[in-house]
């Protein structure tokens, strides 16, 4: 299993970024995969998941409706869609799934 995220960078308040994770090892419409990001002194923060099979999806209240979770079953990559950024989405975003996690991309935000 190899997850690997991309698409961080520097974005300002407002702004919008588009992360992806690609992946490989395994079928992807069978495994849910989620979005994590830990800032410098902060824990681990669930950011979002998806459902494999149901495809369901669930977000963190700080993200709500500002982010959105989507997946290329074609593609075998895992997008998040972040619009609305604040200062506080700054972090380490990484994907995991079924107890893999791959590297993460640092997204910073500020003006």
């Known amino acids: 299993v190899q997850l690997q995220a991309c698409g961080g960078g520097l974005a300002q308040p407002g702004g919008s970024l588009r992360l992806s994770c690609a992946t490989s090892?395994?079928?992807?419409?069978?495994?849910?995969i989620g979005w994590f990001r830990q800032a410098p002194g902060k824990e681990r923060e669930g950011v979002s998941c998806?459902?494999?099979?149901?495809?369901?999806?669930d977000y963190a209240d700080s993200v709500r409706e500002r982010f959105t979770i989507s997946r290329d079953n074609a593609r075998k990559t895992v997008y998040l869609r972040m619009n609305s950024l604040v200062p506080e989405d700054s972090g380490l975003y990484y994907c995991?799934?079924?107890?893999?996690r791959g590297p993460g991309t640092e997204v910073t935000v500020s003006s």
């Open positions: 995991t799934s079924g107890g893999s």
């Open positions: 998806r459902g494999g099979r149901d495809g369901s999806t």
């Open positions: 090892g395994f079928t992807l419409d069978y495994y849910s």
